[in-house]
């Protein structure tokens, strides 16, 4: 088979929690070591098969969840296992999702297997709002993962912050992010609480005393300028980043770049196609084949998904009357127009749908 030279990013998906989160809806099942067992030999028969159907170099392998971080000493093997079917390029992103509440002997085992960026989902630095998204973790297991992880060795980390939790406030989400800063990451990524069906806070949804989406808007925009004063470039909607430290496997599918996933839940993009594999745990470990999910990449998904992040779109992309628009914008504090391109300013970013969506619509 014809060997690409352009990088495919990579994501595994391991679906396990030791507790499932209130407000959590990625798939995810309670660990047990013995389905766990059944799956890992699934993950790497499915490795092995991947490797073997497309020869692609790979400079970029996202571990996500799940919980990456209950596979502890397993991580060697499952690297080993990309490295033996897959051509990883020398530089490859390696990024592994941790919990705060991990067995610090995980870090020592990712950094043997050549993992060099760690993504923790810290959330609050706040044991009372912790406790009440349903985290194992205290603020202060956050502060001692992450100084393990950089005892182990680890050069970049990034952390995430939750917005528009029960009972937050604008100085409640000013304090996490101080707390969030005060362990210097190098990336950090802020989220605004959704509530999705299928989660506990579903249930409950009308007792838990949100903010309002203004509540909501006045969190995320306070965070940014906070993050920003502090050096990180706001380069997503969700996500901030030291120089040069922006997450390389996320940026690809935010480039409409190729990605394969592999695991229950993972989706893929490659070719033009796009396929997933079910959530289903069971299935995966009976070797369920991905799901075919219709063709992607198209003008229209580049765009959208390139006026995500802080680089923009040029302005020759758009048609007149679409450009006519992104200054309407721009006077409402909504876009940037600046040396010939269109970006999302932090104030559009938090209408980022309804904004490109009117722009879309003129252009196609
Ligand atoms: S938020 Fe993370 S740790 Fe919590 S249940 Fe979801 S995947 Fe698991």
């Known amino acids: 088979m014809r060997f690409l030279p352009d990088g495919l990013g990579l994501y595994i998906h391991i679906p396990f929690c030791a507790k499932k989160c209130k407000y959590c809806d990625f798939y995810s099942a309670c660990f047990c070591e013995s389905v766990y067992k059944n799956f890992f030999t ?73 993992v060099n960026r760690l993504s923790f989902g810290v959330q609050s630095g706040d044991d009372a709002r912790l406790k009440t998204l349903g985290r194992t973790h205290t603020a202060a297991d956050a502060a001692f993962a992450v100084n393990a992880a950089r005892k182990a060795g680890f050069e970049n980390i990034s952390l995430d912050i939750m917005l528009a939790t029960p009972e937050s406030t604008v100085k409640s989400a000013k304090a996490d992010a101080n707390f969030i800063c005060s362990l210097s990451p190098e990336h950090i990524s802020a989220y ?52 040069g430290k922006e997450s390389r496997h996320n940026l690809k599918y935010w480039r409409c770049e190729e990605y394969l996933g592999i695991g229950p839940s993972a989706h893929s993009f490659i070719s033009g196609e796009r396929f997933y594999y079910p959530k289903d745990l069971k299935a995966f470990i009976g070797k369920a084949e991905p799901v075919p999910d219709g063709t992607g990449g198209g003008k229209e998904e580049k765009l959208m998904l390139s006026l995500r992040i802080s680089d923009g779109v040029p302005t020759n992309r758009f048609s007149g009357e679409a450009l006519k628009k992104a200054r309407r914008f721009e006077t409402a504090g909504l876009i940037k127009i600046s040396d010939g391109r269109i970006s999302l300013t932090d104030k559009g970013m938090l209408v980022s749908n309804s904004v490109i969506t009117e722009l879309l619509y003129e252009d196609l």
């Open 192 to 243: 605004i609480l959704k509530i999705e069906p299928n989660t506990a806070f579903y249930a409950i949804k009308d007792k838990l005393n949100l903010p309002d989406d203004d509540g909501a808007a006045r969190q995320y925009l306070a965070v940014c300028e906070l993050l920003e004063s502090r050096g990180y470039s706001h380069y997503e909607i969700s996500n901030f980043a030291r120089a």
């Open 42 to 114: 699934a993950l790497v028969r499915e490795i092995k098969t991947w490797g073997k159907r497309i020869n692609r170099a790979v400079d970029t392998v996202y571990i996500g969840g799940g919980t990456p971080s209950v596979m502890g000493a397993d991580i060697i093997p499952l690297i080993n296992a990309i490295r033996e079917n897959f051509s990883l390029l020398p530089g490859a992103e390696i990024t592994t999702e941790c919990n705060p509440s991990l067995d610090v002997s995980f870090l020592e085992s990712a950094k043997s297997a050549g």
